[in-house]
């Protein structure tokens, strides 16, 4: 099994930056993508941005240049900077793993409020 933990979420102005991390642990090889999603209130789960183990990034277009997604070496910490925070980035963060399943954590919440 993998086991995803994140941190990192919290209130913040806009403007501002935060760096979530998401920590794998378990079964952690064979793996397709890790990733970021979120959630707003009365929305559905959306795609933040993914990396694969390759480097190869995706973004959504709302944080095109303005977010970046990363790893460590070796590959089982995945981090979001995030920069120039809106309140629209205001959701649930959730770090997901992909391997044959799909993986997920618990979720952190952002705040961006003045």
């Known amino acids: 099994q993998v086991q995803l933990v994140e941190s990192g979420g919290g209130l913040v102005q806009p403007g501002g930056s935060l760096r979530l991390s998401c920590a794998a642990s378990?079964?952690?090889?064979?793996?397709?993508?890790m990733g970021w999603y979120r959630q707003a209130p009365g929305k559905q789960r959306e795609l933040v941005a993914t990396?694969?183990?390759?480097?190869?990034?995706n973004y959504a277009d709302s944080v095109k240049g303005r977010f970046t997604i990363s790893t460590n070496n070796a590959k089982d910490t995945v981090y979001l900077q995030m920069n120039k925070l809106t309140p629209e980035d205001t959701a649930v963060y959730y770090c997901?793993?992909?391997?044959?399943?799909?993986?997920w954590g618990q979720g952190t919440q952002v705040t961006v409020s003045s």
């Open positions: 990396i694969t183990p390759g480097g190869s990034t």
């Open positions: 378990g079964i952690i090889h064979s793996i397709r993508t």
């Open positions: 997901h793993l992909k391997r044959v399943y799909d993986y």
